[in-house]
């Protein structure tokens, strides 16, 4: 049994890329479930974000498992299969956890140790659960990237100094604009970016907050919490010549600016700059926008600019994550391998323990025996076999994760005589438990 895992990011593709690959919510239980009717594929869950679009998977044939993501990526995208393939990554078993790991951490974000990554993943395991497609595998790793990503943060400093794509697009309105005191904003879309967007805009001394969403009554919600006002997306023409910045997160599928809207607003502005972030995928904001005079769009792929003024201390902080999920990494395919190897030290048990009934029966001097004496007979026997069993056991139960655990467990089943049909039977009777 191997996990794989297999997307791309914000290092491997392009925008135009993740916005096609992009999954709405309502699309990802079926997609996995698609998953699993393909026969290398056992349990599945798939992350889908702005920056990323990952599928983790438990599978016995692993290289299948990849080609049949990557024939996804293909059809959803519409490019030859060579063309997508070249900005996806794949990993397996080790790699696969490791890099797991960091992304539940922030390490492979877009923003160093940004703490929304971990939320995003966490529900990614809830889809997954609720779409029935995360079994036993799934559950002890996501449980385990959890329980990383929470020692990575209480242990060192990554998450404290950390600047999620919310604080980003603040900072490029700083560069444009310098000092935001009394500058009005516009937060097109009411979601937990926005929330964000919000607060850090409120700590950089805006005006008043407008928040515009497809829901009037999530608008009003998030517009109290900042004494803002709130508008329906139908209000946008009406309203968006107000607003100093616009930073729209929403999560249509087409574009909610277009060029005409913007246009009207800058004529009204009397062409007084307008700054404006796009921070959704699929793209909430048409690109020809940014052609227009006055006018300064943004999106997410051009707040890697922002990003490059990480820290020191944070990558610091960083390499003291990774060593410490290193650690955690280790454990968890400790019991991963425990479990491969749990059906086959369950057949050697059963195989020892039909032996020695054997050889008690044959032993016609335990007729001439009371029964204490028998019972006594009986728990020597029984103790001398797991004396001789335990350090075979204890092996079998640290098998390496490499081919090396494979021919231990191969020569194990032919120095304990074992069946291998019946090995195989024990096997799937125990995957189907899990």
């Not at 995208?77 to 060579?82: K, Y």
């Not at 929330?195 to 805006?206: D, T």
């Not at 087409?254 to 809207?261: E, G, H, N, R, S």
Request: proline content about 3%; overall charge negative; glycine content about 4%.
């Amino acid at each position: 049994m191997r996990i794989v895992h297999v997307g791309l990011n914000h290092k491997t593709a392009p925008v135009e890329l993740r916005e096609r690959a992009a999954v709405p919510e309502a699309e990802i239980a079926p997609l996995l479930k698609r998953m699993l009717e393909a026969p290398p594929v056992r349990e599945a869950a798939l992350l889908s974000t702005c920056n990323r679009v990952e599928f983790t998977l438990v599978t016995h044939d692993p290289d299948a498992a990849i080609a049949l993501v990557h024939d996804w990526f293909a059809e959803v995208s519409e490019l030859p299969l060579e063309a997508v393939a070249e900005h996806l990554y794949s990993h397996a078993s080790e790699n696969a956890v490791r890099h797991l790991f960091a992304v539940a951490t922030g390490l492979d974000s877009l923003v160093l140790g940004e703490p929304q990554i971990l939320g995003q993943v966490k529900s990614a395991y809830d889809r997954a659960l609720a779409a029935g497609t995360a079994g036993h595998v799934l559950h002890r790793l996501f449980q385990a990237t959890f329980a990383a990503a929470k020692r990575a943060r209480t242990e060192t400093d990554i998450g404290r100094q950390a600047v999620n794509i919310s604080s980003c697009a603040v900072e490029l309105a700083r560069r444009i604009f310098g000092d935001l005191t009394g500058k009005r904003v516009m937060l097109v879309g009411a979601g937990e970016m926005a929330e964000l967007a919000a607060r850090h805009l409120k700590g950089n001394g805006v005006g008043d907050i407008l928040v515009a969403n497809r829901t009037l009554e999530r608008a009003r919600r998030l517009a109290a919490e900042f004494d803002g006002h709130a508008l329906t997306l139908d209000q946008l023409d009406e309203y968006l010549d107000a607003a100093d910045i616009v930073i729209s997160s929403t999560a249509a599928s087409t574009y909610v600016l277009l060029p005409d809207q913007v246009a009207g607003a800058m004529e009204k502005r009397g062409q007084r700059p307008m700054f404006l972030v796009d921070i959704a995928v699929p793209r909430d904001i048409d690109p020809r926008i940014d052609e227009m005079d006055g006018v300064y769009l943004y999106d997410v792929d051009d707040l890697q600019q922002v990003v490059q003024g990480n820290l020191e201390h944070r990558e610091r902080a960083a390499a003291e994550a990774r060593a410490l999920l290193e650690e955690d990494v280790a454990e968890f395919l400790a019991w991963l391998k425990s479990l491969e190897s749990v059906p086959l030290i369950r057949q050697i048990q059963e195989k020892m323990e039909q032996l020695r009934r054997e050889e008690l029966a044959k032993a016609r001097y335990l007729n001439q025996l009371d029964e204490t004496q028998r019972e006594a007979v009986e728990r020597f026997s029984r103790a001398l076999m797991k004396r001789f069993m335990h350090p075979t056991l204890k092996a079998l139960k640290k098998l390496p994760e490499d081919m090396e655990g494979d021919l231990f467990m191969g020569a194990a089943q032919v120095l304990f005589d074992l069946d291998e049909t019946a090995s195989r039977r024990s096997l799937e009777s125990n995957e189907r438990k899990t």
